[in-house]
């Protein structure tokens, strides 16, 4: 087998790594990519994007029972579920094309199979048992991203617990439904479920849900949540697992007590472990810290040569985020200086209902880090958008260093959040002062306004509360 060379190689063809080639290829660089399994990695097939084809029908299926609300007439809406879960995954293969196309369209090779360092400038390439070649690379980029955690005795078995791929691809719609692990997977397939029809309920074992969202917005989803029909458990333990044939039965321990919870299906969403085995990491200066890979500001790890990008270099554990450092990883291998990551630029969603967005500090993080801080709040039911649409539950928050106007966060609840977030994200990359942001003008009537409010509220100038 000949030795074939390249500028850059990429292992794992996820959000991460496919930007990292395409941008690398747009910079002159002779790029390859190798993937073990489907080209836009787990986002594009088995997260991301199918999850929110799902929630759409959802919604779809929400407004239809809501549409008396509306003046409008639909009797019995249903729906067909091998239907909903045919469209969702016909959107995460269009996208797949997509990536193959943008791939070949910048010329970059596509090698399939697994792929591991094999010596200083080697990725030794395999599929199945058989080897396929080993390739050369001045810089290698290590793009693996992560798999759903398992917890002892509550492994997916396929039919009884689920992790996200069968949770995306039901053969039954559940009468009941427990979902363990509170975090934006476990709220927005929650959400799902329960739209459709589920008893859904969700055990977190910290003391609230989406525990890394400001404790308003967290308390606002609860009750959300709760009115919707999901029972909530948190400072919760799942355990001791019992099956029967077509249902289960889980001890939760909560408050000093234990209650069996039984149900037709569980899902566990309780976070991720990082895919950094079998890459030949032990004989390189690579670190790893709880598995993940450590990387400076450039994506640069201790081995010259190698970079990681994405999940399987830590939190937040999000697509963008993995994008992101594909761009910086190629630009820097270019030589053109890019600005390190800033994590607190990065923006979080969850696509549930209501949705629920953020940007940057908590105002409990910021305090924490010694800010003296001023907060704005605006809620959904104090704009005509909001109203008109028929969505007036929900809140703006921006929280602000009030010595110097900087926009330290902001945190959002309600219709459409996950598009508005954008435009604090925005603010933040331009350091954009309060002063600013309160000259800037917002069309009307749209539900940004609210976000100009919240603003305005924060130095006690709100007009419209």
Request: hydrophobic share 40%; charged share 20%.
């Amino acid at each position: 087998m000949s030795l074939h060379s390249y500028d850059v190689i990429i292992i794992g063809g996820g959000p991460g790594g496919y930007v990292a080639a395409i941008r690398a290829a747009q910079l002159g660089l002779h790029t390859a990519v190798v993937e073990r399994e489907n080209l836009g990695g787990i986002c594009l097939n088995w997260g991301c994007i199918p999850t929110k084809a799902l929630l759409r029908s959802a919604e779809v299926l929400r407004n239809a029972k809501h549409a008396n609300d509306y003046g409008l007439v639909i009797q019995n809406p249903g729906f067909d579920l091998d239907k909903v879960v045919q469209r969702s995954r016909k959107v995460a293969n269009q996208l797949n094309d997509g990536v193959k196309h943008l791939l070949k369209k910048n010329k970059v090779t596509v090698i399939e199979g697994a792929a591991k360092l094999a010596g200083k400038g080697l990725v030794a390439v395999t599929k199945g048992e058989a080897p396929v070649n080993t390739f050369g690379a001045k810089h290698i980029i290590i793009a693996t991203g992560a798999r759903a955690r398992a917890l002892p005795g509550l492994e997916d078995d396929g039919k009884l617990v689920w992790t996200y791929r069968k949770a995306m691809t039901p053969d039954v719609m559940p009468k009941s439904l427990l979902v363990i692990g509170s975090g934006a997977i476990g709220i927005e397939f929650a959400s799902f479920y329960n739209e459709m029809g589920a008893k859904v309920t969700v055990v977190e074992v910290m003391d609230r849900i989406l525990p890394v969202e400001d404790e308003e917005i967290s308390a606002m989803a609860h009750k959300s949540f709760e009115k919707q029909g999901m029972r909530i458990i948190t400072g919760g333990k799942a355990g001791n697992l019992r099956k029967t044939a077509d249902s289960v039965t889980v001890a939760v321990e909560a408050g000093g007590k234990t209650e069996d919870i039984t149900v037709d299906r569980v899902i566990v969403a309780v976070g991720i472990t990082p895919n950094t085995e079998n890459l030949g990491l032990e004989g390189t200066k690579v670190k790893l810290d709880r598995g993940h890979i450590q990387t400076n500001a450039m994506c640069e790890t201790d081995e010259p040569g190698v970079y990681a990008i994405g999940d399987v270099t830590g939190a937040p554990w999000l697509a963008h985020k993995a994008s992101h450092e594909g761009v910086i990883v190629a630009e820097h291998i270019a030589g053109k200086h890019p600005n390190g990551l800033n994590i607190l630029g990065i923006p979080g969603c969850t696509y549930s209902h209501p949705q629920i967005a953020s940007v940057g500090l908590t105002e409990k993080k910021a305090k924490e880090k010694g800010y003296e801080v001023k907060v704005g709040r605006f809620p959904f039911i104090g704009n005509g958008k909001a109203i008109a649409l028929g969505e007036t539950e929900g809140m703006v928050k921006t929280v602000f260093n009030a010595k110097t106007g900087e926009l330290l966060g902001a945190h959002m609840i309600g219709a459409e959040v996950t598009e508005l977030i954008q435009g604090y994200t925005v603010a933040k990359t331009m350091e954009t002062t309060e002063a600013e942001l309160m000259h800037t003008v917002f069309p009307h009537p749209t539900l940004s306004e609210m976000m100009h409010e919240s603003v305005l509220a924060a130095a006690g100038r709100a007009i419209h509360i």
